[in-house]
Every structure is written in C-alpha cells, then in structure tokens.
C-alpha cells in the first residue's frame, strides 16, 4: 500500500480519522498528570580498610590477603548484607522484617581496590526520606565496624571469656576460705590457737568451779528433801527443825500451847482420877491443840517439799547446762585438731591467693591480645554519611508542552485507526456467491489475487462490463444464457474468467 492509496483511505474516512485523533488526545491530557514516580533519597558512606603492620611486614612470606581477610569483594558483599549483621541493624533500628527490606536498599560500590583487596568502600542505602537514609546507613556502617572487629578477635575472645571463668572460680574460693577463717577466728574468740587455747583454759575453770557449787546446792537439797519425806510418810516422828528453821517461829506459838495443855493435864491427874470431868475436859483441849499444831507442821512439810523438789529440778538442770558447757570446751581443748584445722584453712587461702594472682595475669594479657586483634585490619570511616540526597527527581511538562509534544503521535494513532478500520472492512466484507444465489455446486475456488493485480482486474472488468451491457442493449448474445468466450469467458451472470483466472461475483443488472 503506496501513500496516496493511504492519504485517499484517509479522506475516505476523514471523520474516523478526527475521532480517534480526538480520543487520543482527551487520554494524553486526562492521563498525564496522574503519572506520579517516587522520589529516594539515598546517603552514602566511605569506609576505609587499612591493613594491620603486620600484614605489610610479613607480606613476603604470609601476604596481605591472610591477614585482611575482610577485604575480598566477594566476601565483603556477602559479609555486609550476611544475616546475622541485617538482624543486628533492624534490631538497632527497630525494624520488624529483621532487615528483609533494608538488604534490598544497599548498594556496595569499591571506590579502590589493590590486588583484589577492597581499599576503600563505598556503601550506599536508600530510603522514603533523607534523615532516614542517613540514619539507616550510619547504623549498618557503625555494626558492621563492631561485627568484623568481633569476627577478628573471636578466638582471643574465647580465651579470655575462659580466664574469666577460672578468675571467678579463683575468687569464690578464697572468698570462701576467708570466710572460714573468720568464722573460726569468731568462734574461738581468737585470732591464733594460742589465744584460744587460753581462752578455753580460762572457760574450763570457770565452769568446773560452776560445777562444784551447783552438785554441792544439789546433795543438800536431796538431804533435807529426805528428810522431809521421811517426816511426811512417818518413819520419822521428829520433824526436820534443821530444814525448817524459817519457819519454827511460825509454829512455836502452837507448840507453846501444846505443852501447857500437856502440863495442865498432868497437874489434873495427880488431883483427879481419869473418870473426873476434868480430866476429860482437859484431854479434849489437848487433842485440839495438837489436832491444829499437826495440821500446821504437815503442811509447811508439803510446802517445802515442793520447794525442794523444784529447787533441786533447777539445780539438775543447771548442773546439766554446765557439763554441757564443759564438754564442747574440753572438745575445742583438743590442740592437733585446731592447729591443723586452721593451718589447712591458712595454706588453702595462700594457695588461692597465688592462683588468684596468676589467672589475673593471664587475664590481664589475653585482654592485651584481644584488644590488639581488634585493631589488627582496623576499618575507619573516612566519609561519615550525610545526608540523603534525592537520586531520581521528576519534572513535569506544562499540561499544553505535553498536549504539543503527543500531538503527532495522536496523529499517528488516528492514521493507523484508520487504515486498520478500512483492512478490517475489506477483509471481512461477505460478497453474495453466484452458485449461492443459482442453487448451484462448486467444484472448486480460485485463490484470490494480489491486491494490485485485483484492482487493475476490476478496472478492466467494469471497461468490459459496460461495453458487453451496451452491445446487449442493441442485440441478443448467441445463446439463452448470454455467455461469450474470449480473453476472458464471460456470461450474463457477470463472470469472466481472464489469463489470471479470476472469479468476480459482481452482478450486472
């Protein structure tokens, strides 16, 4: 198809052309200022990897390579965007996917490198937002700082979390020995066994002089309780004046009474027989007298034998306490048994002392290494992150540039509007069959002609056509069905059949 063929399809559908022109348009000016790209910011920071001395000094025979091990490319990406180094950075900056996202925002960019070991490092994280940027970037830069310098120094770490177990260890130990001899020293009252065998010496006498008061207070309790349950149970008719003497005052007033009554009525026989009234009289007195003097004296005898008998309880008792008191004293008296309690308490604190002071020691330098491994590769920001700069910034045309510049291109949708429209109605036209409309069969089709040739064929068969209608007009063909052979066959239905051999189903009338 030639571009006059197309302008001409063009006028023919002029208003087609205008519409869809027109469509294209109101879209580009309804549609454009809704396209909306997102602005990030991004922030970035250098950090510098400077190999340890010993690395540059033993080069020739170990290389720089071993001993910055953080340096390979490689290994660098994998070790900044690891796991275990995200979750520490969405831990610090309170992120819930645990760095998910955050690893798909660094970008790591080798400023410069030497013999494939990264010198200087470029590390970049993006963000909605500058501060946020700036700060997402400074927590991955400051932890992987921390986390390589922990990856190097690992080992010396471990020796010396073991050190410091065996320090503790060390001090509990003699913590312990230290309360034992304190606590040895508090119970024997003494800072030496000397002191406190003198101590016990001193305690022991005391005690023992305790002893003999209390059991020589318990033999004369036990005698005058003796004789008071002699007394009391009559084997004895004596009362016990001995043990009763505080209280003889008491009772001598009824004792008094007792005798006169007695004397009276011995007066009384030597005048009277026993049948006088008198002398009955008289006796009945008497057995009064001694009835309440009996009373008395049995119950200050109970009293004082439940006086006694308590007494002597108490003085058991104490008798008790003190042999008590005598045996733990006579049991610390025992001089092998302290002196070799407190010379192992003495040479246990020693001990521990000296390997106290040794593991100290040993802590002491394995903390040296330790802090000198993290050193050694010492990683130092060289550019601290500002910052986030916005890394993609959109410009948004006037919505008249917009319509001038799309201008030809709704241009060229409508041309193609167009020209699709027309292919689709040339190709999809049903054209009425002549076999269709005579009931007639086909034995076959003719495959349609190119284009070009098509067109020049219906010029020529119109030409042809109008020249066989006014031939018809002035004489009838030769037979009933008007058909004539030349060029091409043709018959009164209208078809022909030329060198092409082309089949028209136009219909003259």
Known sequence: MDLWKALRIARQRRWEFLAATLVALVLLGLTADRSVVPTVYTSTAKVLLTPPSQAEAGEATQGAGLKVWFADQSLLRELILSQELMGRVASRLGLADEGVLLREQIKLKPVSENRGQVTLLAISVTAENGEESQKQTRALVEEFITYVEELSAREFASTRQFLEDLVAEARTNLDKTETAILKWQEDHEALSVEQALAALADRENQLEAQKNEIQQQVAGLRSELAQ????????????????????????????????????????????????????????????????????????????????????????????????????????????????????????????????????????????????????????????????????????????????????????????????????????????????????????????????????????????AVRELVAVGAGSRPDNGNGRSNGNGRSNGNGRSNGNGRSHSTNRVN
């Open 228 to 463: 008071l349950e002699d007394f009391s149970s009559g084997r004895s008719s004596t009362p016990p004046w001995a043990v009763l003497g505080q209280e003889r005052s008491g009772l001598a007033n009824l004792q008094q009474d007792v005798s006169q009554q007695r004397l009276k009525l011995a007066e009384l026989h030597e005048v009277f027989t026993e049948e006088s009234q008198q002398i009955r009289e008289q006796t009945r007195r008497l057995g009064i007298v001694e009835t309440v003097y009996n009373r008395e004296l049995a119950a200050t005898v109970r009293s004082f034998v439940e006086e006694k008998q308590a007494a002597l309880g108490k003085a058991l008792a104490a008798l008790k306490t003190v042999d008590g008191g005598l045996a733990d004293v006579r049991k610390k008296r025992d001089v092998g048994d302290q002196r070799l309690q407190l010379a192992r308490l003495q040479r246990q604190l020693a001990m521990y002392e000296e390997n106290y002071n040794a593991l100290m020691t040993q802590l002491y330098k394995a903390r040296v290494a330790e802090q000198g491994s993290r050193r050694s590769g010492a990683i130092s920001v060289l550019e601290a992150p500002g910052q986030g700069q916005p890394t993609l910034v959109v410009e948004r045309p006037s919505s008249a540039r917009r319509l001038l510049i799309g201008f030809p291109f709704c241009l060229i949708f409508g041309f193609t509007v167009v020209l699709l429209l027309d292919y689709l109605s040339s190709s999809m036209r049903i054209r009425p069959r002549v076999e269709e409309t005579l009931n007639l069969p086909i034995l076959g089709s003719i495959p349609r002609l190119p284009d070009d040739l098509a067109e020049e064929w219906e010029e020529l068969k119109k030409t």
